[in-house]
């Protein structure tokens, strides 16, 4: 069960950090209708509580350089003494999300690189680790909805 803010000047104030997690906090307290230091103490415990887990930035695309994603399923020899395989996933920085999944499948690998020769690179590293049994590797064609970037 997914836990939800305790009120909805909380929710408000989230709201507003996923479309510009750069605002100022006198000028998000205008629009949630808070002082400053009222807004700042809501965001520390949102962070406390688990609901803030961390910032991040998401780089511009240089014009020559296009981005290329692919999503990796793994299948690992024992699901339940796999951590080695996370843990070498968790080295590779072009690894921008792993989740793992229920059913046949063991772990949901999304990765970003700068061209389709590192995505074989890390296909390759992936595939050495041991407890890895299989991968199976989709290169993203376009990205037709992205709700991460907005």
């Known amino acids: 069960m997914r836990r939800s803010p305790t009120d909805d000047i ?7 950090l996923r479309q510009n997690a750069r605002i100022s906090l006198a000028r998000l ?3 949630v209708l808070l ?5 700042r103490q809501r965001i520390e415990r949102l962070e406390r509580d688990g609901f803030i ?3 991040t930035i998401r780089e511009a695309v240089d014009g020559d350089r296009p981005r290329v994603s692919a999503v990796m399923l793994v299948y690992r020899q024992d699901r339940m003494r796999g951590s080695e395989v996370i843990a070498g996933l968790r080295a590779i920085p072009e690894v921008v999300i792993c989740d793992v ?14 061209d389709a020769g590192r995505i074989q690179q890390i296909w390759e590293q992936v ?4 407890g890895v049994r299989d991968i199976t590797t ?3 064609l ?3 909805i992205d709700r991460a970037s907005t």
Do not use: W
Not at 10 to 16: K, M, N, R, T, Y
Not at 127 to 130: E, I, L, Y
């Open 138 to 140: 989709a290169l993203s």
């Open 10 to 16: 909380d929710g408000q104030i989230l709201a507003e």
């Open 142 to 144: 376009s990205t037709v």
């Open 127 to 130: 595939s050495a680790f041991p």
């Open 101 to 114: 999944v229920s059913g046949e499948l063991d772990l949901v690998v999304r990765v970003e690189a700068t």
């Open 29 to 31: 307290g205008e629009r």
């Open 35 to 39: 002082s400053r230091n009222a807004v």
């Open 53 to 55: 887990r961390g910032y």
